[in-house]
């Protein structure tokens, strides 16, 4: 996934690694100041989180109210959730009331970086920042921006072509920030992010 607009610029890649994917995302926001991020400042981090949805954007990438959940085609939507973890945002509401999972009355969703450890189906399939923690982007108040390269592995994570055309949205808090569709690439084309990405990797 790339993007370069008025929000931000950089990649978000998954790589399959075999048994396992390898996620990495490399970005920087631009006015880091903005009210836009007032209730995801932390000292000096913009702490975002960031899911994999069921749908798409209309462009490739998008920013705030075009990554609703009822625009696109298909609609950006809720959250990817094929195994019925059944989160507050899930897609999956009418499965998820079947199984009587819904979080808030007598279901509690308790994904986490440590229940995801030990229960690959403690977190839905599309929340890394429930899997992971959120990202942190780091403050840089003079230029006015904020930035992130980091990389984890997920042994627990989707088949790329499971995910491939679906959006990641970034969120503070709840607000959608900025989203951007997943697809094949074979070279990093972001003139800001040189690093090269395999044929692999969406």
């Known amino acids: 996934m790339h993007v370069n607009n008025s929000a931000a610029i950089g990649t978000t890649t998954f790589q399959d690694q075999g ?3 390898m996620w990495k995302v490399d970005m920087k926001l631009f006015d880091a100041d903005s ?3 007032e209730n995801c400042t932390n000292g000096e981090y913009i702490e975002l989180n960031w899911h994999i949805h069921v749908g798409k954007s209309l462009d490739e ?3 705030g109210a075009d990554c609703g959940a009822t ?3 298909p609609p950006v939507g809720g959250h990817y959730d094929p195994t019925f973890a059944c989160g507050p945002y899930t897609e999956e509401v009418e499965a998820c009331e079947s199984l009587q999972r819904v979080a808030g009355e007598s279901y509690n969703y ?4 440590e229940a995801y450890e030990t229960n690959s189906y403690a977190c839905e399939v599309r929340d890394y920042s429930g899997k992971f923690g959120a990202l942190r ?3 840089d108040k003079l ?3 904020a930035e992130i390269e980091t990389k984890d592995i997920d042994d627990y994570g989707p088949k790329l072509n499971l995910i491939q055309d679906r959006a990641v949205v970034f969120h503070c808090g709840v607000p959608r920030v900025l989203c951007g569709t997943l697809s094949n690439v074979t070279s990093e084309c972001t003139p800001a992010i040189k690093e090269k990405a395999e044929a692999d990797d969406i």
């Open 137 to 139: 982007f780091r403050i």
């Open 61 to 63: 990438q998008e920013v």
């Open 19 to 21: 048994a396992s994917i």
């Open 71 to 73: 625009v696109g085609r």
């Open 110 to 113: 308790t994904c986490s970086p």
């Open 35 to 37: 009210d836009v991020y």
């Open 143 to 145: 230029a006015n921006i």
